[in-house]
Every structure is written in C-alpha cells, then in structure tokens.
C-alpha cells in the first residue's frame, strides 16, 4: 500500500525535477523580497546611480539567490532537489565569484567603504549556509541581520561610499521586517518538512469545537509571507519608480 504522499518542502516548490529543481532553490519570493533591500538601501540615498543599483542588485542575486541558496541546499537537501553535489557546488562558487568581482569594481568605483562588505558578505554566506561555527551564526537574529540589514546597509553604501542615519534606520526596518519572516518561516518549514501528522481541537469561549489540522496551522504562516514578501517588492519598486520614472 502506498504511503501518504509527501508534501512540497515550500509553498513556492515546483514539482521535483529538471529545470524546476532549479526554479525552487532559488526561494523566488524570498530572494525577491531580500533583493528589495538592496534597492531600498539605494533608493533612499540622496542621489542615485542606476548602473551601481544595477550592480548591487546582481551581486547580492549572485550570493543570495544563487550562492547562499545552493549550500543550504548541499547542507542537507532541506528542499530535497536532485540537483547532484557537485552541480551546487558549482553553482555556489560561480554565485560568489560573480558577486565579488562587482564587489572589486564597486571599489574601484565608490571607494574603499565597500571593502568592509566586500568581506562581510562572503563570509555570511558560506557560515550561515554551512552552519558553521557550530551554527551560532544560523540563529533568528543572524538571520535578521545577514540578509536584511546588511542588504540596506550595502545597498545605501554603494551609492554614497558612506552611511548615515537614514541609512541605519532603514536597516533596523529591514532587520525587524527579516526578523518576522524567520519567524513565521520556521514553524512553517518545521510543518511542511518534519511533522508527518497533525491532531487536535480547538474550543472557542461559545463551547465550539473546531478541529486542528495541518492546514489550519500552516495557511496563516504562509499567507503572511507572501504578503509580507509582496509588500517589500512593492515598497523597492515604488522608491526605484520615485527616483527613475
């Protein structure tokens, strides 16, 4: 008798195989909603340039979308793909060589402000996929930190070859804002990938009944993390068409 058929490890997870294994490792509105940060941190500087907030947007797509995202992936298959190791390996490599090569000419262009997240943000991403020293850099505020306020922080830095109050207070929204996904995204994941069945009533002050299920407990999490990642998207979008429309 055949078992229960396993559900998709994300809400966003295309079927297994192929090209499609490719499209889900890339986390499209997660890597969509952390590359809005970018363009915020940009946007809110006082002038813009738009071939430097081109070159940000690639190089953190590089890291984040491509590089971070495959080693997540070879440390333990959490989305459970059949791209081969030695393909995600390449994959992650290529992502942060094409990132720190716009990092070398956004030096040679901005200044040596970018240096610091020219070092920063490889490191991020290999210790916080890999988990490694012993995972202490895989924690919700890391997190929050790693792929929201950095991303503003870099993102204003690029522009002005220097930061400000504005651009720390955007990267504490982001923070926050990075800070709620994690939050919402790990019982979602935790459901979808490691809990095989869910039981349970719920009893409202009028003495109703209502039965606990899987659904009920996952739709909320996720509904909140499309919204959220849309309303970050919109917000880039909105600030990048106040600057160039």
Known sequence: MDGPVPRPAAFYAARGGGWRDWWTILHPPYTAWHLSYVVIGACIAQHVDATRLVAS???????????????????GRPLRTRIPDAALVAAA???LVVAIGLGVVGVARVGAALVPFLVVGP???????????????HGDLAFAAAWGAFPVLTGYAAQTGAL?????LAAVAAFALSYA?????????????????????LTTTDGTIEP?????LLEPLERA???????????AAALAASRFA
Not at 181 to 201: E, K, M, W
Not at 225 to 235: K, M, N, P
């Open 93 to 95: 490599v290529a992502g």
């Open 164 to 168: 400000d109050l504005a651009a720390v």
């Open 225 to 235: 993390l499309r919204a959220l990642s849309w309303a970050t998207v919109g917000l």
């Open 181 to 201: 996904q994690r939050s919402l995204s790990t019982p979602a994941r935790r459901l979808r990938r490691r809990v095989a069945r869910v039981d349970g009533t």
């Open 123 to 137: 490191v991020l991403v290999v210790a916080y996929n890999l988990e490694l020293v012993g995972g202490r850099l």
């Open 57 to 75: 947007v690639l190089a953190f797509f590089a890291a984040v979308g491509v590089a971070a995202h495959t080693l997540d992936e070879l440390h």
């Open 212 to 216: 606990i299920d899987e659904r009920a």
